[in-house]
């Protein structure tokens, strides 16, 4: 298995470039998340889908926007670049049993740089 | 929403040292997990653990969730044990800033 994949892993934009960055996972997990580190800090939630044909936000959505193409792929979209959002962008993925959030597993991330 | 503090936010330590790392966490939580984040970046989930005590090798956790905390243990440090440790609690998952562990030879 190679769990959460996340494409591409480096990306250099222009202020006002649109792009999307991909996130594949094969462990049959209901829900898929969104999150975004800054240099020194934790991880913060964008936005997740708790399971196929949903999507919420999270802690900081603005700018951004999803998609939960099928249960396995969950892509995050950004459709002008700012230079605030140059950041390193993960894409975890669980399962959920008895209403309880199990075991969240990251991919690699993707180191984003808007000039 | 939850709020999650971490201490210490920096810790060196001699290979061999034991530590303890301390996650605080504001609200009653029914998930409350610890990362690893290794040099390259790479984040490894440590332990789920909602409540109770796990160990798993050179590492253990325990939660008191109705005191609100939790402590990772690392015994017998080894210098590929540095890098962040993050503590995360909630439905969605609220992160801590960290912990910055360096093991020196």
């Known amino acids: 298995n190679a769990g959460v994949t996340q494409t591409p892993k480096f990306q250099v934009l222009k202020t006002g470039q649109s792009m999307t960055l991909q996130c594949a996972q094969d462990?049959?997990?209901?829900?898929m998340y969104w999150y975004r580190q800054d240099p020194g800090m934790g991880l913060r939630l964008i936005y997740y889908?708790?399971?196929?044909?949903?999507?919420d936000k999270g802690e900081v959505p603005n700018g951004y926007n999803v998609s939960r193409l099928n249960k396995r792929e969950f892509s995050l979209r950004l459709e002008s670049a700012a230079p605030s959002q140059t950041s390193v962008y993960f894409c975890a993925s669980s399962e959920w049993s008895g209403g309880y959030q199990e075991t969240q597993y990251f991919g690699p991330g993707t180191r984003l740089l808007v000039l | 929403g939850i709020q999650v503090e971490q201490s210490p936010p920096d810790l060196i330590l001699q290979e061999g040292a034991n530590s303890t790392l301390r996650c605080n966490f504001s609200d009653s939580v029914n998930n409350l997990q610890w990362f690893h984040q290794n040099p390259w970046g790479q984040l490894i989930n440590l332990f789920y653990?909602?409540?109770g005590t796990k160990q798993n090798g050179r590492l253990s956790a325990t939660t008191v969730a109705t005191e609100r905390y939790s402590l990772l243990y690392i015994s017998s440090s080894q210098t590929t044990d540095s890098g962040v440790y993050f503590c995360?609690?909630?439905?969605?998952?609220?992160f801590g800033e960290g912990t910055q562990l360096t093991v020196n030879p």
């Open positions: 462990m049959n997990h209901n829900s």
């Open positions: 889908s708790a399971s196929e044909g949903t999507t």
């Open positions: 653990i909602p409540s």
């Open positions: 995360a609690a909630g439905s969605r998952l609220t």
